[in-house]
């Protein structure tokens, strides 16, 4: 039986039919590559990580790291996608258990060869449930959807780990330049405006510099980014901040405001596979 994980916050999160899901990725893509246009066209990225809220919230800000892959659509053939859970626990990181996972825009197919490279790995489980209601990475599939040709996807739960077993996920399914990893997070969360603006810039200078141990207060993919902190400084990954903002800049009050950032990570020049 073919299983398939359905979109659980289409039509809250981003518009729940497939023409005007696609109009406002495409209008969101636009405007990245316009505010973009004037800065250094920096290489294709090996990982990048992309806020998960609402896409009236966070949208802008994922589109810039999204416009990030026009130069890739048809090299990347594997999304590894991570993303922290919010509504039901895990020990380690969850794999759905489904076959494919479904948008508005159709279904991406789940990657039986690298399910099968993690089967090794003690800390990777299955919990439909933990992705049955999870946001953190369903909103990243119209995106990908958009922006990639053809490409199967690799989702993972990420719940009570070490950033070490984390990091062992992530060189697992490395690969080549077939091969993407996003990290979904958000940064600080219901501060007041100055006060998220000071903590998420510091946070961000931290990722810069690849230093992990980020809590939770400071990224809701905490776990997941320290994990690709370690990979990061042993593949020596050039990182680049996209743009940085909070809900009060777009869509929200300034009194309770959560922060986004996008950011690149690229390999050394001299990598070859």
């Known amino acids: 039986m073919h299983t398939v994980r359905q979109p659980a916050v289409a039509g809250a999160f981003y518009p729940g039919q497939a023409g005007p899901l696609a109009s406002s990725v495409a209008s969101l893509l636009a405007a990245a590559r316009a505010e973009l246009s004037d800065s250094v066209a920096l290489p294709p990225p090996k990982v990048l990580i992309v806020p998960h809220a609402g896409y009236i919230y966070s949208g802008p800000m994922a589109a810039r790291a999204y416009v990030q892959l026009d130069s890739v659509r048809d090299t990347i053939r594997r999304v590894v996608l991570l ?63 958009s922006v990639l040709g053809s490409f199967k996807l690799l989702p993972l739960a990420v719940g009570d780990a070490s950033p070490g077993e984390v990091a062992q996920v992530l060189e697992t399914l490395w690969g080549g330049p077939e091969t993407l990893i996003v990290i979904s997070s958000d940064l600080s969360h219901y501060l007041p405006y100055r006060a998220a603006q000071n903590i998420d810039n510091e946070t961000v200078e931290r990722i810069l510099a690849l230093e992990g141990q980020l809590t939770h207060e400071q990224a809701c993919g ?8 370690i990979a990061a400084r042993r593949r020596h990954l050039q990182p680049q901040l996209l743009g940085l903002c909070n809900s009060g800049d777009t869509a929200g009050d300034k009194q309770r405001v959560v922060g986004y950032a996008a950011i690149t990570f690229t390999e050394p020049a001299h990598v070859t596979h």
């Open 83 to 145: 993303g922290p859970v919010h509504r039901v626990p895990v020990r380690g990181l969850a794999l759905p258990g489904s076959e494919a996972f479904a948008t508005p825009l159709g279904e991406i197919e789940i990657d039986q060869e690298a399910l099968a490279a993690l089967k090794p790995l003690r800390q990777v489980g299955v919990s439909a449930a933990a992705h049955a209601l999870e946001h953190s990475l369903e909103v990243q599939l119209p995106f990908l959807q």
């Open 222 to 229: 905490g776990t997941p980014i320290n994990g690709l902190l």
